[in-house]
């Protein structure tokens, strides 16, 4: 029993003392006894078995509480009783005893609840520090149980005085307290760290630790957006960082509210380098994190003053009111106009407000000049982020921008007077009406003119061309005036070509003869040999000589058939028919029959096949071999 009492912690015993009192029934206080001396204290008791083990850690508190309710339930001291019967300091039982002790209710003479809860709670704290650890048990380990032990005590249900209550007090505690850090940004001044000390403008850069991002893409919306960090490189065209008159409107607020040339000069070099990280745009905020000398970025945001109802009517009406306006803003441009229509679009000196994390004081830091420097850059390839800054998202703007020109285009065109519509009546249209005569035609003349003559110029077009041109168009529009007929009009290229080159005046082929034939047959994609070949088809008969020349067919039965006793009867020899052709014996003469009862007369040299066209043609074929001359006996 000894040994089970000692492996009994303070706490557990505590504890089981606390749970026997509870489950037990209330029984009356015993009377008080004669005063004497207090008897020896009863050896420890065991526990009741029936009260449930408790996992939790020690507390010496809870052995205070069970000796206070003890020395509370006890039965009231007489008051003859004398103090000096009262139990000593030492006499008061160590917890483990006082928790046995604490099934049963015993008198405690003079005794005051509060001096036995101290005596109670010093003697369990000093058990505790002297409780040896256990076999092979380290600190760490202690540790871990004491931690698990705290872990598995179950929550109680009750008042907040009870142990449980307070535990899970205690654990909602550090749930919000870990919410709360979970979410928290890093602070605004490191009041930790000491004076930036001055770096050399030729000293290494520190090494680069990974910096803080404000780019957060799933979070940006209309009002607010995350622009990417810029490259490294060098300044704008000439000279100046910003390349757009907005943008060196802003770079000149930031330069004349300055108070510190050297800080933007180091501020500018930090945006060349590419120091800045994402820079995030909100309604009158920029922000961003800069990197400095040190290793840890600075937080650094620039406030803008946003607009108010009033100016955003008044910028909205000047936008609406010329549409070039709207474009050049859909083109990512600012038009000066639009920036002078009355509302303070674009910063003045000193409308900049700079907070930076950095220890540096001045106005601005560098880190806040490097964050101006590339924010110009932004408004260069946005100017929509400046509307940003003064309060109004871009889809905003455009949606607003869209409905007031719509109003605007309705209200004026209801102020207007609708425009009559062109057109006739129906009534008009059906109604019976008589149409004045025609003028009288004007007499034709008799002949065509002769068109002016067009003189000759070095590279110049031939003039003896255009003037047969100009001829021609003449004698057909002379025809078409006389007859209201067209014939050249239903003539093929090549036939046209044909008959431009038989209206040439002469015979044979001179010098201009020939060129112009080349530059017909190669417009038509003959040579110029079948082009002379066919003039002298049209000459001797037109279209039809040309269709002679070029179409051979089978006639049909009866005037081809009797040309052959007809030329017999006339003492010709017998011509030789093939097709539409009768040839002479000797081959140097030819007949050929047109569909349109002609007979055309061709020559060529003996033993060659090399039909010429040659005199009239006639409906005889005995006349049309007379008009080439010659007696019977040579042909």
Known sequence: MADEERDVSPAEAVRRALRAARERPEEPAPAPAPAQSPAPPDPPQEAPRAAPESDGPFRPGDAARAALRRT???????????????????????????????????????????????????????????????????????????????????LATGTAGRPGARVADARAKDVRTFLADAFRMPPETDT???????????????????????????????????????????????????????????????????????????????????HVDAITVTPGLVLAYVRGSRARPYRVQVRLRTLGEEDWERFLDAAAERPGHIAALLDKEMPESLADCGVPLLPG??????????????????????????????????????????????????????????????????????????????????????????????????????????????????SFALDQLASDAAVRAHALLTTGHDEIGALTLWQDAVRLAAARPGSGLTATSRALYTSLASAVGRTPAELARAVAAWRQGGPDGLAVLEDVWDPPAGRFD???????????????????????????????????GLWYPYESEPGHDDWWPRGTPDTDPVGALTGLGGSADEL
């Open 72 to 154: 509370a339930q006890a039965p009231p001291v007489p008051e003859e009783t004398p103090a000096a019967d009262a139990p000593a300091a030492a006499d008061v039982p160590p917890p483990g005893e006082a928790s046995a002790a604490a099934d049963e209710p015993r008198g405690a003479a003079g005794v005051r609840p509060g001096d036995a809860a101290r005596q109670a709670l010093r003697a369990a704290r000093a058990q505790a520090r002297q409780a040896p650890p256990e076999a092979g048990e380290s600190g760490d380990a202690r540790s871990a149980r004491r931690t698990s032990r705290a872990g598995a005590r179950p």
């Open 192 to 274: 930790t760290e000491p004076a930036e000390p001055a770096v050399p403008e030729s000293a290494p850069a520190p090494a680069p630790v990974p910096a803080r991002s404000m780019a957060a893409p799933t979070r940006d919306g209309d009002h607010r957006h995350t622009y990417p960090a810029f490259p490294p490189g060098p300044v704008g065209a000439g000279g100046g960082f910003a390349e757009t008159w907005w943008g060196n409107a802003w770079v000149t607020a930031l330069e004349e509210g300055a108070l510190d040339a050297k800080r933007l000069a180091r501020g500018r070099g930090y945006a060349e380098e590419g």
């Open 349 to 462: 000196p000193g409308d900049l407000a700079p907070l930076c994390s950095c220890p540096d004081h001045g106005h601005p830091c560098k880190h806040v000049a490097a964050l101006c420097y590339q924010t110009a850059r932004l408004l260069d390839a946005d100017p929509f982020v400046l509307l940003l800054l003064r309060g109004r998202g871009e889809r905003e703007l455009l949606d607003a921008l869209s409905r007031r020109s719509a109003a605007r285009a309705a209200r004026a065109a209801q102020e207007q007077e609708p425009e009559p519509v062109p057109g006739v009546r129906a009534t008009d249209a059906l109604a019976a009406r008589r149409l004045p005569p025609l003028p009288a035609p004007l007499p034709a003349p008799l002949h065509p003119e002769q068109p002016p003559a067009y003189p000759s110029v070095p590279n110049g077009p031939d």
């Open 562 to 596: 009797r040309a052959r006793p007809l030329l017999r009867a006339a003492d010709l020899p017998a011509f030789r028919p093939w097709r539409n052709h009768l040839t002479h014996p000797r081959g140097h003469v030819q007949l050929r029959f047109g569909r349109d």
